[in-house]
């Protein structure tokens, strides 16, 4: 078992987002998951990313505030404990249309299907 704590959490920079601090919660590191990655995605009021797609699937769930998703033109309000699946090479734009703090988890798989190394 690999436990990390939330003071441990090394911020990134993730391509085409502003607005957001992002902080990997697990992911990359020996002993830490085959498959994935998480992440803690922070989008202060006008934060947002995209409109852009990756080659991956991706899963996001809301923990607090909101989340609005647009795909294909139409816009999704994910809240608290709501969460979506992106599927691979899907475009989609997220904005925090909201006055709060929008946290996010954002579980990733890594590029090549297993952790590097």
């Not at 993730?14 to 922070?42: K, M, Y």
Request: include cysteine; proline fraction near 9%.
């Amino acid at each position: 078992m690999l436990v990390k704590r939330f003071t441990e959490a090394e911020s990134y920079e993730a391509p085409n987002h502003w607005g957001v601090t992002g902080l990997r919660l697990q992911g990359f590191e020996d002993g830490g998951p085959e498959n994935q990655w998480i992440g803690l995605s922070q989008f202060l009021p006008g934060g947002g990313a995209g409109p852009d797609s990756t080659p991956f699937e991706k899963v996001y769930v809301v923990l607090e505030g909101e989340m609005t998703i647009t795909v294909d033109g139409k816009d999704t309000v994910l809240g608290a404990f709501d969460s979506c699946t992106i599927p691979p090479n899907e475009e989609r734009k997220i904005e925090n249309r909201s006055n709060h703090v929008c946290k996010m988890l954002v579980v990733i798989p890594y590029p090549n299907g297993k952790r590097p190394g």
